[in-house]
Structure formats: C-alpha cells, structure tokens
C-alpha cells in the first residue's frame, strides 16, 4: 500500500494495520500532543497521542527524512 493510500484511510483503519503487530520506538513532544514512532515490518508510523485525554488524533506513515527526529542519538557522532 502507498503512503499516499495508508494516510487518507479512516483512523480505525489505520490503527487496525499498526496496532496489533506494531512495535512502539520512541516518542517527542509535538504542542500539547506526542508524537510516537511505531514500525510494522520496514515501513514506520508517526502516532498524534494526546496524553491529557488519551485519544490518537492521527496515524500516518513517517516519511524517511523525519526518523531522525526520534533518535536520542546524533548520527554525526556515531562516525
């Protein structure tokens, strides 16, 4: 499935394909929202969670040049 295919699919739909067998990554803060990185085999998914209400706002595939984001390490310092 296309991200374009995956991102205008409802909420329930999309939670239905990354929940069950989804691994949780990391979370960053986003306004008054987190924003969790889940992956489900080689593709990954930005989560809009709302802690104060606990409610998913939105599930989207992460687009490759935000991964870097969640990393509590600097791939710079790693070489």
């Known amino acids: 499935m296309t991200s374009e ?13 990354v929940f069950p067998q989804g691994e949780y990554i990391n979370s960053i803060p986003f306004g008054k929202y987190e924003l969790l990185l889940y992956r489900v085999g080689y ?5 809009l969670y709302n802690p104060t209400t606990q409610i998913v706002h939105d599930i989207n595939i992460a687009e490759k040049e935000r991964l870097h984001l969640f990393s509590k ?3 710079e310092e790693i070489y």
């Open 5 to 17: 295919k995956f991102n205008n699919l409802p909420l329930s739909k999309k939670g239905d394909l």
């Open 43 to 47: 593709n990954f998914f930005e989560v």
């Open 73 to 75: 390490v600097k791939i």
